[in-house]
C-alpha cells in the first residue's frame, strides 16, 4: 500500500470531487456547505451594496482583501447579473452563475438575500452549487417549464476549511 502526504499531513479541507449538491434556504439565507470539507475559524463577508456599483450595472469580478475573487456569470442564462440599488445587491437570473475562488478550499458559503412584497429571493430550489479545489460554483438552474427565482445577493459570508 502506498500513501502520500502532501504537507504537514493536516486536513486542508477536501473537495466532493467537481459533483454538484444541492443548496439550503431559509426564509432570505441561502447556505452552501462543502460536506468534504472541516469548517475553520476563518471568514470573510463582503456587502455588495457597499462597493458603489451605480444602478443597473453589469456585475463581473469583484476581488477581496485577502485574493478571494467573486465572479458573476451570465453563463448560458439571457441577462447578465446587475447591481440593483432598489434591492442593495446583485441580481442573478436565470442559468447565471456566481463562482467564488478561494484563497484556499472552502468549507462553506452563506448568502443573505433580498425580500420584497412578501418574496424571497433566493434563487430557484432546483439551484446547484460545486465544490472543487478552493473553488465555488452556484448556478441559478431552472429550466422554462420548471419554477424559478432570481436570487437577489445583498451579503456574501465564505468561511474556509481548516
Known amino acids: 500500500t502506498l500513501i502520500s502526504v502532501s504537507g504537514d499531513g493536516t486536513s486542508t479541507g477536501g473537495e466532493t470531487g467537481g459533483s454538484a449538491v444541492p443548496v439550503s434556504i431559509d426564509n432570505t439565507t441561502v447556505t452552501m456547505t462543502n460536506s468534504a470539507a472541516t469548517q475553520g475559524t476563518e471568514t470573510t463577508t463582503i456587502d455588495l451594496n457597499a462597493l458603489g456599483y451605480p444602478d443597473n450595472a453589469t456585475v463581473t469580478t469583484i476581488t477581496l482583501g485577502d485574493g478571494t475573487s467573486i465572479v458573476f456569470d451570465k453563463s448560458d442564462g439571457t441577462s447578465s447579473p446587475i447591481f440593483s440599488a ?12 456566481i463562482t467564488i475562488n478561494g484563497k484556499k ?6 448568502l443573505t438575500c433580498n425580500s420584497y412584497s412578501g418574496t424571497d429571493y433566493v434563487g430557484s430550489q432546483t439551484a446547484t452549487v460545486t465544490f472543487s479545489g478552493n473553488n465555488t460554483i452556484y448556478k441559478n438552474v431552472y429550466s422554462d417549464t420548471g419554477k424559478g427565482l432570481q436570487l437577489r445577493v445583498q451579503t456574501i459570508t465564505i468561511t474556509y476549511a481548516k
Open 105 to 110: 478550499a472552502i468549507a462553506k458559503v452563506v
Open 86 to 97: 432598489a434591492t442593495q445587491g446583485v441580481r442573478v437570473y436565470k442559468n447565471n452563475t
